[in-house]
Each structure stands twice: as C-alpha cells, then as structure tokens.
C-alpha cells in the first residue's frame, strides 16, 4: 500500500490520511512530492487522477481524497475499529468529520497549515470558526470522557481530521478554553502527532 502525500510541514490534506496510517499500526510505504514546485502538478498527475494528495493506492486501486482513504482504511481493517463502534456515536463522529471536510474554509485561508510556524496571529476575523471548533471538541469530550481521552472516547478517524487543527493552532498561538484546551494539549502528546512533527521539522531542516 502506497500513501502519496505533500510535505509534511505545509499538507493539512496529507496529515490526516498519514496520521491515520500511522495511528492504526497499517504497513505502507510513502512519497512525498514536494509542494509549489514547477513539477508539483506533473509528478502529483503521476499518481491521482484529479491532481490532488493525498492519494492511496492499493494494487489496482487509486483513492485520491482523505475521507475517502479513510472510509477505505476502515472498511479493509474493521479490527482497526476506525470509528465509534456505538451507532449513535460514530454518526455523530462521522457528522464532525465531514463539517471539517467541507467546512471551515476561512479558518483554513487565514492559517495555512505550517507545523514548523510560531507565529502570533489575530484570530477576530476567523473567531466564529475558532469558537465552533472548541464547542465540538468540548460537546465530544463531555459526552465520551469515560470511555477514553479523545473525541469519542478511543482514537478515531475524528481525531484525525482535527489534528490539522491542532497544530494550527500550535503554530499561531490559539490557545482555548475548558475541556477544548486540555483536549488540544493532550493531542500534542499523542505518538503519531510527535512523529509527524519531529518529520516534518526535520524536512524542513534539509530544505
């Protein structure tokens, strides 16, 4: 299984499905195509039909979008247990992970993904989307506290697709309130969020 992703410093898009890979102990093997190059597109067409990364692919098989890689992750390990296992959890987890698939496009204008960043940034313009993010991630918690640290209790895909968030907020110094906030610094300890963030510092170390 070969995952093709951007740069581990800047590729929101590619974290997620990486994240995933590397959380659940999946084998695969990784090429990096580095972003804002004249032969980005040329050697990203190489792979995905759209143009786009990440992009997964199994054998004969080619999965050019994060959720789509993820909903495929689950489905071929079902031991993984990608999701909630209880129904009315894992709807609730899968209606999170499509809002931040689909939504949150100011917040993501505003504060481009950048893992090696520090920067203090003026989050009014972006607040509504900020104080949207720590309400999901507080109404989750709440909800799922006894069953484990993470969104839905155990680590899920929703974990995933809010690690992006995570170190945006990191690199430009948002800082929450309550059960949102330990839930952001707990995530910062989590193994695969170090990993990738020791990679991509290290890329950036080599450019």
Excluded at 119 to 148: F, L, N, P, V, Y
Excluded at 160 to 175: D, E, K, L, N
Excluded at 186 to 203: D, G, N, T, V, Y
Aim: aromatic share 10%; with cysteine.
């Amino acid at each position: 299984m070969k995952l093709i992703i951007g740069d581990k410093n800047l590729s929101t898009w590619s974290w997620r499905a990486w994240l995933a890979l590397h959380s659940f102990n999946i084998p695969f093997v990784e090429t990096v195509v580095l972003l804002d190059k004249p032969s980005t597109q040329k050697e990203i067409l190489k792979y995905s039909p759209s143009g786009r990364i990440p992009c997964l692919i199994d054998g004969d098989l080619t999965i050019w979008d994060s959720l789509a890689i993820l909903e495929y992750l689950n489905e071929k390990y079902p031991e993984k247990r990608m999701w909630p296992q209880e129904l009315k959890s894992r709807a609730w987890a899968r209606s999170v992970v499509a809002e931040m698939h689909s939504g949150f496009a100011e917040l993501r204008k505003a504060m481009p993904g950048n893992i090696a960043k520090r920067i203090m940034k003026d989050a009014t313009d972006i607040s509504a989307d900020i104080q949207r993010i720590e309400q999901i991630w507080s109404e989750c918690r709440s909800a799922h506290a006894a069953s484990g640290p993470y969104l839905f209790g155990d680590w899920s895909i929703a974990d995933c697709f809010y690690a992006p968030v995570v170190f945006r907020f990191q690199s430009y110094g948002v800082t929450l309130s309550g059960t949102a906030e330990e839930y952001r610094q707990m995530m910062l300890k989590h193994p695969s969020l170090i990993e990738l963030e020791r990679q991509a510092l290290a890329e950036v170390k080599e450019t």
